[in-house]
């Protein structure tokens, strides 16, 4: 059987798929190659994507003889779940494989925040010795705020109550007695604005969906702490980026560290990176070596188990 992957995969994942007899064809750029794209899947029994690839009924109508579908991390907004299950085709995505490594970017934010060392050293080098300016401040008692309380942000608060932190949460669909609440020490609140106004720092981890569109907008930008951070290291447009940089230029927010935008790769026009307290990086929070592996194991094992009658404990449709 033949297996087709779109996107960057690391080759323990498609070397334990080769061992298993199957033929695994690789290119990390087909994604934005689509004509190529549909010209090739029918020839697949399965379809492993990153986030780039559209997978929408013209695809799916394309990919005849596709079985299942694997996707190396776990945001699906670039899938047509509804589609795929007209099909019956599963969907795998590498549940909970990159949730350390995303856990540890949002740490990396706030202590670059707090401790912003990359300029200090920047600043040395330059022949200066600005000890008050770089002056930094302690998470230690700081409040984090997280939106969405799912396995990330169950990870995320752990990692931060070792720091001192005092971690809130908003979720409307965690209960009282759910294991984030219970074993991480995050405190519920009721609404979004009472999050976002007691916190120094915000996370999110909620996917990209029609009720979470551009949550953070101008309307409640100005309810946060003028000194505070958004961390989005969850899906681009979920902040309204123009809001964004008009809070941030407006002071009534410090600034913010966004792992991913509405449109990646950024735009070269982009006014995003034109503000130096808006730290841009490139969809990286779950880009680590370990998660990489992790992932690709994950998808290779559980595509493997698709491919052979079974069923898939990650498989969302």
Partial sequence: MKILVTELMWEDGMEELRQKGYTVDYDMELSRKRE??????????????????????????A?????????????????????????????IPARNAN?????????????????????????????NWDRKFFTGLELNNRTLGLIGMGEIANRVARRANVFGMNVIGYDPFVAPFDNVVQESGVRPVETLDELLSESDFV???????????????????????????????????????EDLIEAVQLKQIAGAYLDVLEKEPVQKDSLLTKVDSIRLSPHIAGLTVEAQSRTAMLIAQEIDRVLNGGKSICAVV
């Fill in 36 to 61: 190529e794209l549909l010209e090739l899947v029918p020839g697949y029994d399965a379809l492993i994507v990153r986030n780039e690839t559209r997978v929408d009924p013209e695809l799916l109508d």
């Fill in 63 to 91: 990919a005849k003889n596709t079985r299942v579908i694997g996707r190396l991390g776990v945001g699906l907004d670039n899938i047509d779940l509804k589609a795929c299950k007209e099909r019956d085709i599963p969907v």
């Fill in 99 to 127: 949730a350390t490594s995303v856990a540890e970017y949002v740490m990396a934010a706030m202590l670059d925040a707090s401790r912003p060392l990359s300029a200090a050293d920047a600043d040395v080098r330059r022949g």
């Fill in 203 to 241: 996370s999110i981890h909620v996917p990209l969906t029609n009720s979470t569109r551009y949550l953070l907008n101008r309307e409640n930008f100005p309810l946060m702490k003028p000194h505070a951070y958004v961390i989005n290291s969850a899906r681009g447009g979920i902040i309204h980026e």
